[in-house]
């Protein structure tokens, strides 16, 4: 049975804090004074603008000075005579109120100002727009007033706008001030509605800017309009061409003259005066959802009223929105989704650190405690754990466990157990404890079977302990999941964590990283291993290896990190490395006047990448080395499927004129078959059997047989490991075409390679 604290630990820690909120709380109110949820803000408010999609009254209309009317009366700007007839044709056409919003400072032609002044005082219903422009937290920049002849008769109005960083216009003024007067904006003046000077109100961009009435000024000019059309309707006159009307991003619809700005904000205050409540009113709802959530010791209480929050602020304010109240959301979301994703990241650990059979707390809990850290952490290991429940029904896993605690627990009934995959059972104990002997009164307990599902099944256990020091708990659990192994290993009941092993075990889990970098800082060299030419007796060629010299712990063999590089896909680095230097090297003798051959080694992790025939390339080319003095050894024990990727590459380094030799010949996949897939030109005999072919009748008729062979193939053959005069003359005897090895010359730097082949040929010529 599970012991009752550790359910108590895992409430406990379910149980969320209301420091939470006070943090939360703390940092949204800092949210919301900056107004870091601008952006946010105005998308959403977009969205709930889409929701409320309606058409406008349809008592502004617009005259729009527009591409059509421009090319119809002449460029623009237009003489005043234009706008007289169009003041004229409005008044006699019934129009409530005529909005001209064009530039109309300073005088022009005297004869067409005095032409549109009689107009104006006649009409007595003009109004005449000022051009002024305000920013997010900037005051009107006025230009110039209308022309003193013009403004005599009639109102002025003024289009100042607050845009924001994206030029698009939320808020609009009911007035702005200039010289100390109060220019009330052309919205306020169509709506006839008043507010304080530098006041703004909410544009209500639920409005459909499509739906505003509008035309030409040039049907207007030419009077083809219906008789109606204009009868006890404002009327906007603006221009509507790029280039002679201001551009605004209307947010919904995109960018539009400022001529509908003021429409629509018209249209908004004919509806009402519209109440901009701000961020804080939800901001404490939220608040007050959080709090009511927190209280809840249900999970599924606590998201759902958070949830159910999270879409009453998405979806509410466009009821309130209809009305003309404006609430801002971004500071209550920031709120609730920051409780929300904290909650759900406290339960997704929560959840990941209890083990879903058990319910016991997993070895990610254990890795995360800090309570054990001065005591002994005990690991128990039931060996045939996997064997076990594979045999039991598939909810008898339980019973098993239930029992496996019970025992663990005799002695000491206020253990915290942490439950492991594969039956790992751990708890930490007091050091100073005679812990031996109660582990080894647990292992003689465990002789005896369990019963699970009315079946009698017996436990094979085993125990790791670490005594702590100093080390982090998740190394810690490591090292005494290894100790309860190596007991298991060595037959023993329980075993203490050897540092020992654990230095030895760091040292070859950070040997790949470790040979990353030694590539890098020069610890990895290249060593030549001469090849010698048996007609001629002139060296020829070499085979380049590799050789690690760590600064503290010397010499590293080269089949240790080789083979680890290999089984960890670490070998391409290492690979490119020694090919860079073997081809370098290669070059460098063969313009000394000598022709020589270099090999390398391929492991068959690069058979299936598709680069590595361009990187050859492009090194061969680089270094200026003819492509058949490179040879590609490849390992024999590579199993080749019929075309595949590998023997594709190995057929595009051919086409190079790359050589390809099959290395280890005899050890691994001897058959005529490999033989004819692999494009090789060269068989390399294994040294095993090399070594033996003067003693061992056996080794001899298969060095002999595969000379032969390959001779029959046109390949040449290589012998490596020749160690005596006496195999090296045998090979001689058996036509073989070369031979590698300590009595030809060891591995060597490249300098004196370069003085063998020297003094070679020196010899040769003497």
């Known amino acids: 049975m599970c012991p009752v604290h550790t359910r108590k630990g895992q409430k406990a820690a379910a149980k969320p804090s209301f420091k939470l909120l006070l943090w939360t709380a703390i940092i949204g109110l800092i949210f919301g004074l900056i107004q870091a949820g601008e952006p946010v803000e105005d998308g959403l408010r977009t969205l709930r603008n889409n929701m409320n999609w309606h058409d406008a009254s349809g008592q502004i209309v617009l005259v729009k000075i527009d591409d059509k009317s421009v090319r119809d009366v002449g460029a623009w700007p237009w003489p005043r005579d234009r706008y007289a007839k169009i003041t004229d044709t409005l008044t006699a056409a019934g129009a409530r109120r005529i909005v001209f919003n064009v530039p109309l400072s300073g005088p022009t032609d005297a004869s067409d100002d005095r032409l549109f002044a009689q107009a104006l005082a006649k009409s007595g219903r003009a109004i005449l727009a000022v051009k002024t422009r305000s920013g997010p937290n900037s005051g009107a920049e006025q230009a110039s007033l209308p022309y003193a002849p013009l403004a005599e008769h009639v109102q002025i109005g003024?289009?100042?706008?607050?845009?924001?960083?994206?030029?698009a216009v939320w808020r609009v003024p009911y007035a702005a001030t200039s010289e100390g007067k109060s220019l009330w904006s052309i919205a306020a003046l169509l709506a006839n509605r008043r507010g304080p000077p530098n006041e703004t109100f909410m544009v209500d961009y639920s409005i459909n800017p499509a739906s505003i009435p509008a035309m030409s000024a040039g049907s207007v000019l030419s009077s083809q309009f219906p008789a109606d059309w204009f009868r006890g309707k404002d009327v906007v006159v603006g221009a509507a061409t790029e280039g002679a009307a201001d551009y605004y991003y209307i947010p919904g619809t995109g960018k539009m003259p400022n001529s509908y700005i003021h429409i629509i904000g018209a249209e908004t205050l004919r509806k009402g005066i519209p109440a901009d409540v701000g961020w804080a009113p939800l901001f404490a709802v939220a608040l007050a959802f959080c709090a009511l959530a927190l209280s809840r010791s249900s999970a599924t209480q606590r998201f759902g009223l958070l949830g159910g929050a999270l879409v009453a602020l998405l979806a509410g304010p466009a009821a309130f929105e209809r009305r003309l109240i404006y609430l801002d959301v971004t500071p209550a979301l920031f709120v609730l989704?920051?409780?929300?994703?904290v909650l759900s990241w406290q339960q997704y650990r929560q959840r990941g650190l209890v083990n879903p059979v058990s319910g016991l707390l997993n070895l990610a809990a254990l890795r995360g405690s800090s309570s054990g850290r001065d005591k002994a952490l005990i690991v128990a290991r039931i060996l045939n754990y996997a064997e076990i429940v594979a045999a039991l029904p598939a909810d008898a896993e339980r019973q098993l466990i239930d029992q496996i605690v019970g025992r663990l627990s005799l002695g000491s009934g206020d253990r915290t157990f942490f439950h492991g995959d594969g039956g790992i059972f751990a708890w930490f104990e007091a050091s100073e404890k005679p812990?031996?002997?109660?582990?080894?009164?647990?292992?003689?307990?465990?002789?005896?079977?369990?019963?699970?599902?009315?079946?009698s099944v017996d436990l094979s256990i085993s125990f790791g302990v670490e005594i702590g020091n100093g080390r982090s708990t998740s190394n810690r659990v490591a090292s005494a999941i290894l100790a309860?192994?190596?007991?298991?290993?060595?037959g023993l009941k329980w075993k203490y964590h050897d540092p020992g092993t654990f230095e030895n075990a760091?040292?070859?889990l950070s040997m790949l990283s470790q040979l990353d970098s030694a590539i890098d800082k020069g610890e990895v060299w290249i060593a030549f291993q001469p090849q010698l030419d048996l007609k001629s007796r002139r060296i020829v060629g070499a085979e380049a290896l590799a050789r690690w010299t760590h600064p503290e712990k010397g010499p590293i063999a080269a089949s240790e990190f080789i083979a680890a590089a290999e089984q960890h896909d670490r070998i391409g680095k290492l690979t490119d490395f020694v090919l860079e230097k073997a081809v370098a090297a290669a070059a460098d003798i063969n313009k000394r006047g000598f022709d020589f051959n270099i090999a390398v080694n391929l492991s068959a992790r690069l058979l299936t990448d598709k680069q590595f025939a361009m990187r050859v390339a492009a090194l061969l080319a680089r270094h200026g080395l003819e492509p058949r003095h490179l040879t590609l050894e490849l390992t024999e024990t590579v199993e080749l499927a019929e075309g595949g990727e590998a023997l594709d590459l190995l057929a595009r380094l051919r086409d190079l004129g790359v050589e390809i030799s099959i290395d280890d010949y005899g050890t691994g996949l001897s058959t005529l078959d490999y033989l004819k897939k692999i494009p090789a030109t060269e068989i390399k005999i294994d040294q095993s059997f090399v070594k033996g072919l003067c003693d061992n009748r056996s080794d001899r008729l298969m060095v002999q047989s595969t000379i032969g062979l390959a001779h029959s193939l046109e390949r040449k053959v290589v012998a490596e490991g020749v160690e005596q005069r006496e195999i090296l003359d045998a090979l001689l005897e058996m036509d073989c075409d070369l031979a590698q090895g300590f009595i030809i010359g060891r591995p060597m730097s490249l300098e004196n390679l370069i003085k063998r082949v020297s003094s070679d040929r020196r010899r040769r010529v003497a």
């Open 158 to 167: 003024s289009t100042t706008a607050q845009y924001n960083f994206q030029s």
């Open 337 to 341: 989704l920051t409780v929300i994703s």
């Open 435 to 455: 812990f031996g002997h109660h582990i080894d009164a647990l292992y003689a307990l465990f002789r005896n079977p369990v019963r699970a599902e009315g079946m």
């Open 484 to 490: 309860a192994e190596e007991a298991a290993h060595d």
């Open 506 to 508: 760091s040292w070859k």
